[in-house]
């Protein structure tokens, strides 16, 4: 069947595709590759990835395009789906016949409510759901699908047997083509990596146990599968001979340095190659393998550190310390190696004392550049599970992660620290990390070393100061 692969329209600057890690619109106008969506159209013969949010199109201009397939694919989240939902009613209305079917967290921790919720949608995939995709476009019988929920003739649903985890990661195609046939690079763009930048994965599943992570809660695993090295440096020799354009590669694995033999193995594989390239990493990652990482090409690493508060970090099963995190990022200072932290408020055990602990300990770590998201309960993840359980949130507030224009809401709130205090957090952390003397020359020093940064930080000042005024008020 002509298949496409559609990241549907939602919120002005959504960034919810199948790469980002929290759905929502974020401080700094930025996307993630849909990643998760580019897989299986690479091993779908002429089927096209459309990233609706990216190219900035319209409901009624992706309608158009994808009133032309027999078969449509659409990614969605909790924060999006009612749009999402939405958009398959709008275009089952203009071509009744199309197969129309979803992939995702979303759907596949819930699939009985999502095909309850629209009888546009004809089918979901749960679990991995690349090899779904595949014999969806085959023509495979659907009760012949593992992974596969679906409606029959006569409205029921039926549940087919869930579907192995793949194996062998080497298996499947590259995305890098996929990226370059269907998509406009130059509209990726994050605020912490060169621009043009490209993003892939190197393997699935993340074997730590942070209990706010969705993807290795619902579609991943704990399981840490691997592509070989050499796979992956073929993949990186691809984008460098037909995307000469493309200035960093980041290696958006969950954590890309849990197995450290192998990381040092890409690492010296990527300078021999002359690349630049950033990954996301747990702060735990000892200097001998940073060395390697940085002398081969390593320009930024990705830390989500969460919290300053040791105990809350237990809670959430982070398998960390602040002591280690202190100093993993002074190793990283010594060897010139950015890092972009992220931070989380509102967690279990969250006080007023803790969201003061956390800003001060960013502070003093101080990463080049951070991010506060808020405690986001996806269904799905134990997080979810513990906030129903303990009456931190509402089992039928779960899709309010958002607010009506794609802004991220505080969805916990606890009898000693309420939602209003946990979200207006956000920009005080914010003001406090970025509005010091310190870290405003140290932005001032990087924009007066090139006048495309100069411009970039300039339009990236701008959004940031409308979101947190937006976010005060």
Known sequence: MKTLFLQAPSFDGFDGGAGSRYQAKREIKSFWYPTWLAQPAALVPGSRLLDAPADELSV???????????????????????????????????????????????????????LNATHAIDWVAREEFDYTCLELAEGKPFADILGL???????????????????????????????????????????????????????????????????????GGHRYRVRSPENVLEEVKW???????????????????????????????????GVTWSCNAKANVPYETLKIMQENGLRLLLVGYESGDDEILHVIKKGLRTDIARRFTEDCRKLGIKIHGTFILGLPSETRETIEKTIEFAKEINPHTIQVSLAAPYPGTKLYADAIANGWLE??????????????????????????????????????????????WEIVAEMLGSWEMTKRRLREGVEFFRFLNAHQS
């Open 60 to 114: 009624e201009e992706t309608l158009a395009i994808a009133q032309d397939y027999d078969l449509v694919v659409i990614h969605t989240s909790t924060p999006s789906f009612p749009t999402d939902a939405k958009f398959a009613e709008l275009l089952k209305a203009r071509k009744p016949d199309a197969l129309i079917g979803m992939v995702g967290a979303k759907v596949a921790v819930d699939p009985t409510g999502a």
């Open 149 to 219: 929920s679906y409606r029959n003739a006569d409205g029921s649903l039926a549940h087919n047997p869930p579907r192995p985890m793949i194996e062998n990661m080497d298996e499947l195609p590259f995305v890098s083509p996929v990226y370059k046939r269907d998509l406009k690079i130059e509209n990726y763009f994050i605020g912490y990596l060169e621009h043009p930048y490209v993003s892939i994965y190197t393997g699935r599943g993340c074997r730590s146990k942070c209990t706010f992570c969705l993807w290795p809660q619902t579609v």
């Open 239 to 273: 984008i460098k001979e037909n995307m000469p354009e493309v200035r960093e590669i980041m290696f958006d694995d969950d954590t890309f340095t849990d197995f450290k033999p192998r990381v040092e193995e890409i690492a010296r594989g990527l300078g021999k190659l």
């Open 395 to 440: 089992e039928n507030e779960a899709v309010n992660l958002v607010n009506s224009e794609g802004v991220q809401l505080a969805a916990l709130s606890y009898p000693h620290l309420s939602k209003e205090e946990i979200f207006h957090g956000v920009e005080r952390f914010y003001r406090r990390f970025y509005f010091r003397p310190s870290k405003i």
